[in-house]
């Protein structure tokens, strides 16, 4: 031989390339034999990590979604130990929990990055942006996480996702794979011992190991069509029932998932109420009138609303308009402007009283004679002499004094010594006793005083703007009229100065 | 080249495995090393491929600061909230941080909340509502309830992408069927609440 062998290297030249390709065949074949292997050993080793820490009472969770990456992917498999009440709470470190707040139960994993001041945590996913909205209280800590078995789980969440074709996939490539890893390499001793004894028995073939045993033969064909053939009996046994129950066991474990969560939040959005009673009107709701007109409403209404909780409604009648500027000057309202109406203040006759207080304020510049506020028996705008009742009027004289006790039949009167046709606004009070001992104030101070003219004793309504004061003579005010109020009491001086205080 | 021999053969396929083992462990230890022991999270400029953001159109400011709110007062404004998400996601609002106030004032405070497009925190103007109102003349204090995103109105299914919606929301100050007095009660009240949105990946 050694003396050929130059001349069989140079007979053999010609046939090198069918000899160099089935080289080059068999360490391919030996390669992906030793990978198949090196797979299936990696991978049974990753699913027994997975899994087995189950035996001890641990748990194994699925990473569903991806709000842990770059450090747990979706896929992975996160092995936690059960947590319990005693133990701490490591702030920084990764945990499995009941996500809070959650109306489907479900466990999320997520990294606790805060104590909070209440005792609970807050927690949050590596990928997110900012921190979960919902503390988490220490009762809904499941498990800390130990162990991160990366990717084994991914068949899992395929599964439930429903991605068939790459679970298709990777079962098909996972069965090939196990097939070919399970091929017995040159030297190896045969496997499977038992098995192969009961298929030797019932099998009518002969033993496989036979032409293996001898070693692999240089002619690559007949070692080809054995091995294939070897292969066909394993291929559709514990390649595909491995895969099977790697795929029972992956259905079987529980997932967590590590949701992406993000918000926005607007801030600081407050409401608060203004104070709305104005110090003029509590003022004279202090002193518990009859009835209290501010004649704030809105031009072409009807009705004057009673402030004082007595429910008298006023009524318009007549020429007039609401809406105009009002009187007083931290009391902001509307005022309304009378050239002909009136406002008769309540819906139901009342008895007159005896004692009694007029309060208005008024602005003027008219120079004929005017009835600015008094008692009626009736609502109309007319006079009759027979049958009619009419007292307890203040007029505006033509001169614009004011004068209180001229009314039908009577005479007695007191009268301001200066007039108030200035075109400013005033605040007119007139009280009487039940001895008809009368003042009149005009913007907080008593101007005129003295006993009264005689009243009658009947039925009626306070009015405003229009009434009567002698027969066929029922003269309007024309001009402004704010802030009505009627008490069937005498105010003292004091609260008549408070009240234009809290003008 | 030679084919492999037996020897060769038979070490490399006893190494192969022990290889493998070897490669598992390292894998898992440097997986759960990266994973749970570190400390902290990412400082926020290399976010995964999946991420939620949402915005809103405030730059910070409160939507309503009402003062001196008198009965009858409403008043109606717009905020825009802008989803940017890389997974589908859903998009919900609720209230939080309400401020309460012995007077009740919450219970008189009605808000009225709709979604749709156009407009934004600025100005409401080309705002058109799309769909019937989240809630309606519902007053603030029933609107506290509503404090968490599973409780959330919405329900915006935000799809991949960056998507915006705007939120238009009335207030009315209601003080119908109340006494003056108890009206009167309410002077100098305050009441508050802060909105928020959240997003949840699907």
């Known amino acids: ?503 | 080249m030679k084919s492999p021999g037996k020897k060769t053969t038979q070490v490399l396929a006893v190494v192969a495995t022990p290889l493998a083992l070897v490669a598992l462990g390292a894998s898992v230890y440097q997986a759960s090393y990266a994973a749970f022991t570190g400390q902290t999270r990412n400082s926020g400029n290399e976010w995964a491929t999946g991420s939620v953001k949402l915005t809103d159109d405030d730059n910070g400011a409160a939507r309503f600061r009402v003062a001196n709110m008198l009965p009858g007062d409403t008043q109606t404004k717009c905020i825009t909230v802008t989803a940017d998400a890389s997974v589908p996601s859903t998009v919900k609002g609720y209230a939080i941080n309400p401020v309460t106030s012995t007077a009740k004032l919450e219970d008189r405070v009605k808000v009225t909340i709709e979604s749709g497009n156009g407009g934004s925190f600025a100005d409401c103007t080309g705002f058109a509502a799309v769909g019937a109102p989240h809630v309606s003349d519902v007053p603030l204090s029933s609107i506290a309830q509503v404090n968490t995103f599973e409780a959330g109105f919405g329900g915006w299914a935000v799809p991949t992408g960056v998507s915006s919606k705007t939120y238009r929301l009335t207030w009315r100050f209601d003080t119908e069927g109340m006494t003056q007095a108890q009206v009167d009660a309410m002077q100098g009240a305050k009441t508050g609440i802060d909105m928020q949105w959240e997003m949840q990946s699907n």
């Open chain 1, 1 to 503: 031989m050694t003396a050929t062998s130059v001349l069989d290297a140079d007979l053999q030249r010609p046939a090198a390339t069918p000899r160099h390709a089935s080289e080059v065949r068999d360490w391919t074949r030996l390669a992906a034999v030793l990978l198949a292997r090196m797979y299936r050993t990696f991978l049974l080793g990753l699913a027994l990590i997975a899994v087995a820490p189950v035996v001890l009472g641990w748990g194994s969770y699925v990473v569903r979604s991806g709000s842990m990456e770059p450090s747990i992917q979706v896929g992975d498999v996160v092995v936690a130990k059960p947590w319990t009440e005693d133990q701490r709470v490591r702030v920084g470190r990764v945990f499995v929990y009941d996500a809070p707040a959650a109306t489907t139960p479900h466990l999320m994993v997520h990294r606790i990055v805060e104590l909070r001041d209440d005792g609970d945590y807050t927690t949050a996913g590596d990928a997110n942006d900012l921190t979960d909205v919902t503390p988490l209280p220490r009762s809904d800590i499941r498990a800390t996480a130990v162990l991160l078995v990366p990717h084994v789980g991914l068949p899992v969440t395929w599964f439930q996702t429903g991605q068939w074709l790459p679970l298709a996939a990777w079962l098909l490539l996972t069965a090939a794979a196990f097939a070919l890893a399970s091929r017995r390499l040159e030297g190896e001793p045969p496997r499977w011992r038992l098995l192969r004894l009961v298929r030797d028995r019932f099998s009518p073939r002969p033993p496989p190991d036979g032409p293996s045993g001898s070693g692999r033969p240089s002619g690559p064909g007949g070692s080809a069509t054995t091995t294939h053939g070897r292969d066909g009996v394993r291929r559709s046994r514990t390649p595909l029932l491995a895969v099977a129950s790697l795929v029972v066991v992956g259905t079987l474990a529980s997932t967590a998932s590590a949701g992406f969560t993000g918000h926005t939040r607007n801030s600081g959005s407050t409401w608060t109420a203004g104070p709305w009673a104005q110090p003029y009107v509590s003022a004279v709701l202090a002193d518990a009138p009859y009835g209290f007109w501010l004649m704030d409403e809105p031009r072409g209404a009807t009705y004057a609303a009673d402030r004082s909780g007595n429910n008298r409604t006023g009524q318009f009648y007549g020429s007039l308009q609401l809406g105009t500027p009002g009187g007083l000057p931290r009391n902001p309202g509307t005022a309304v402007d009378n050239t002909g109406g009136r406002a008769v203040l309540g819906t139901q006759a009342v008895a007159a009283p005896s004692a009694y207080s007029i309060e208005l304020w008024f602005r003027t510049t008219s120079t004929s004679r005017s009835y600015l506020a008094g008692f009626e028996d009736d609502r109309d705008a007319s006079y009759s002499l027979f049958g009619s009742e009419a007292d307890r009027s203040v007029t505006m004289e033509s001169s614009g004094r004011l004068t209180f006790g001229t009314w039908p039949g009577r005479s007695t009167a007191i009268t301001t010594p200066r007039p108030y046709n200035d075109g400013a606004w005033h605040h007119l009070v007139v009280t009487s006793t039940a001895g008809r001992a009368t003042t009149i104030y005009v913007d907080g101070a008593a101007v005129a005083s003295g006993t009264t003219s005689t009243l009658l004793s009947y039925s009626g309504f306070w009015r405003v703007g229009q009434g009567s004061i002698g027969w066929l003579n029922t003269p309007a005010f024309n001009g402004d009229l704010d802030n009505v109020a009627i008490y069937h009491s005498t105010l003292p001086a004091t609260r008549v100065a408070a009240h234009w205080a809290a003008r």
